[in-house]
Structures are given as structure tokens and as C-alpha cells.
């Protein structure tokens, strides 16, 4: 069985930050980690080839230093991993980015299935692995919190909804986007981050995958922010600091007072 993880290196998410001239991600000077939510696909992939005796490969689109990040997946039990990196891909959206993705994953040759996380913690859109299975023309379910059964040519899976679970039977090749209810994602082991140092390093550009110009980057996203604005806090609130039992009083007093005034008592 082999397995594909598509994994994305994000800001951490106290340090997501945006500029507001050209409305993409400012990346340098921030220290990146694998997108928390690709880190349950990972594992489920990795348990997936414990249990059938398959391979995974971990693939991700970014700068050169998302390597890091391709090497901590094959630490947690991938097997192998090729980064996407070019100044082409530079500020591609949603669209462009599936499609990039896609293109490496028909060059990586025939699969069983692709596992990606929910979404991205700094985009949060959640598009770009219906996106990819779009590209490839393959059935996809997204909010999967467990894969039951692998069969011969489909698997049984268990989907989120809001009304509680769908159980689901989907013809491989497919591809699922999982929640972190999935699983419990392992650390990357000693041996593993052996491996992954001695492992050579995969960078694929545009023409590895066939990428078609007019579909990369910047120029070839479609959706494009247009405007940032901050939210304007306009609360005006009163601290009272009592510092003992009689101004402990007088603030009691006083908010009761408040909630009157507001109507709420």
C-alpha cells in the first residue's frame, strides 16, 4: 500500500503575520513547525504502513528550509520525502498550490491513497486536499476521524458531521483529509531522525512536476487578498483593585450597581 502525505510548514500560530501590501504570509524571521493537523495524517499513515506493509512518502511545497520539515516526517516513520521549491511557487494560493502538489504526486507514480491534515493553522481554509483530488480526478471525504477498513479496492471510513458520524465506503485511489481525533501523533524517534540526517535531500521545481507557467505563483492564483484590516477594540472597561475587606466591599458595590444600570440584574 502506498500512502502519500502532502504536509505544509506554517508559523507557529502566536506568530502568524501577514502583509498587508501584497496580502501573503510573512514567513522569514519566524520560526516555522509542521502544521500541527498534518502531524495526525502522518501518523496515520504511518500506522496504516505498520499494519499492511506499505510505503509512505511525505511531500510539501515551500522554501528551501521546509526540509525541515519533510525530515521530521520520515523521523515519525515516513519513508521517504520530496520538497516542491521554487521562487515560481512563491505566493500561490489554494488553487495553485493543489495543482503544484498534484502534478508531483502523478510524477511520484501510481498510489493507494493520499492523507491530509484538516487544514492549515495559517490559512485555515481547508482547500488545498479537496483541491489536489479535483486535480486527479479521485473520490475524496473530508472530517475523517477513523479509517476502519483498508479493503482490496476501497476503504470504510468514519466522517465528523454535525449530527455525530457517517460511515462511508470510498473507492481507492482516494484521498482524506483527518481530524486530530484520528489518532494520537507519535514523536519522531532517534533512529528515525538518523535516517531522515543521512537521507539525500528531494527538491523538485516546475519542470520535475511539468508545471505549466501560468499556473504557478502569485500571478497564478486566482483568489488573491486584496485588503487587511485590523479589528478596532472599542471596550472601555473599569479595574477596581480592592485591597481589603472594606474596598472589597465598595468594588461589590459597585458592580452590582453596574449590573443594574445595565439591566442584567
Known amino acids: 500500500m502506498k500512502v502519500i502525505v502532502p504536509i505544509k510548514q506554517v508559523p507557529e500560530t502566536s506568530n502568524v503575520k501577514m502583509d498587508p501590501v501584497t496580502g501573503t504570509m510573512v514567513r522569514e524571521g519566524v520560526e516555522p513547525i509542521i502544521n500541527p493537523l498534518d502531524l495526525y495524517a502522518i501518523e496515520e499513515g504511518v500506522r496504516l504502513k505498520e499494519q499492511r506493509d506499505g510505503e509512505i512518502l511525505a511531500l510539501s511545497m515551500g522554501p528551501p528550509k521546509a526540509m525541515t520539515a519533510i525530515k521530521e516526517a520520515i523521523a515519525m516513520g515516513c519513508d521517504d520525502g520530496i520538497l516542491l521549491s521554487n521562487k515560481a511557487f512563491a505566493g500561490a494560493d489554494t488553487w495553485a498550490t493543489s495543482y503544484v502538489l498534484s502534478q508531483a504526486i502523478k510524477k511520484t507514480g501510481e498510489f493507494d491513497l493520499i492523507l491530509c491534515g484538516e487544514r492549515a493553522t495559517d490559512g485555515d481554509t481547508g482547500q488545498v486536499g479537496p483541491g489536489i483530488a479535483a486535480w486527479l480526478d479521485i473520490p475524496f471525504s473530508t472530517y475523517i476521524s477513523k479509517i476502519i477498513e ?69 500571478k497564478g492564483s486566482p483568489t488573491q487578498v486584496v485588503k487587511i484590516s485590523k479589528p478596532q477594540v472599542t471596550r472601555n472597561g473599569q479595574l477596581l483593585k480592592p485591597r481589603d475587606e472594606k474596598e472589597i466591599e465598595g468594588a461589590v458595590d459597585r458592580l452590582i450597581d453596574f449590573l443594574k444600570e445595565k439591566e442584567i440584574v
Open 150 to 218: 483498508v479493503k482490496e479496492k476501497s476503504i470504510v471510513i468514519e466522517r465528523m458531521v454535525e449530527t455525530g458520524y457517517e460511515i462511508l465506503e470510498i473507492e481507492t485511489p482516494c484521498l482524506l483529509t483527518v481530524v486530530k481525533e484520528i489518532n494520537y501523533p507519535r514523536l519522531p524517534s532517534l533512529r528515525g531522525k538518523q535516517r531522515a540526517r543521512k537521507m539525500e535531500n528531494q527538491t523538485w521545481g516546475p519542470i520535475d512536476v511539468d508545471a505549466k507557467p501560468e499556473n504557478l505563483g502569485l
